[in-house]
Nanobody
Framework: QVQLVESGGGVVQAGGSLRLSCAAS????????IGWFRQAPGKEREFVEA????????YTGDSVKGRSTISRDNAKNTVYLQMNSLKPEDTAVYYC?????????????????WGQGTQVTVSS
């Protein structure tokens, strides 16, 4: 089992950048693929990006492609999501999640563990 806590959200102007962090507790963190999702009011949860257990593979959603970079530090039990060139439509609650599955990283139901989320607001 793993517990996840997101941080780094806030209010940023359009065109700005943010780095979100997902800190995990538990000895088995390095055995999970970690994904980031986001959910805006009235919308379904949307896949952002995911990174494999050792960081060797990443998978990016269309909405942020070219504007985000995911990385992880297994020694610190932390995954990072760097987002650049932010747009007002990026405003949402951002969640990190953990899965032991090798496929379907873009599907929320693939993930067994979720954090509480961190709010990102991009002002125009």
């Amino acid at each position: 089992q793993v517990q996840l806590v997101e941080s780094g959200g806030g209010v940023v102007q359009a065109g700005g950048s943010l780095r979100l962090s997902c800190a995990a507790s538990g000895r088995t963190f390095s055995s999970y693929t970690i994904g980031w999702f986001r959910q805006a009011p009235g919308k379904e949860r949307e896949f952002v990006e995911a990174i494999s257990q050792n960081g060797g593979r990443t998978y990016t959603g269309d909405s942020v492609k070219g504007r985000s970079t995911i990385s992880r530090d297994n020694a610190k039990n932390t995954v990072y999501l760097q987002m650049n060139s932010l747009k007002p439509e990026d405003t949402a609650v951002y969640y990190c999640a953990a899965t032991s599955r090798g496929t379907d990283w873009g599907i929320p139901s693939s993930y067994a563990y979720w954090g509480q989320g961190t709010q990102v607001t991009v002002s125009s």
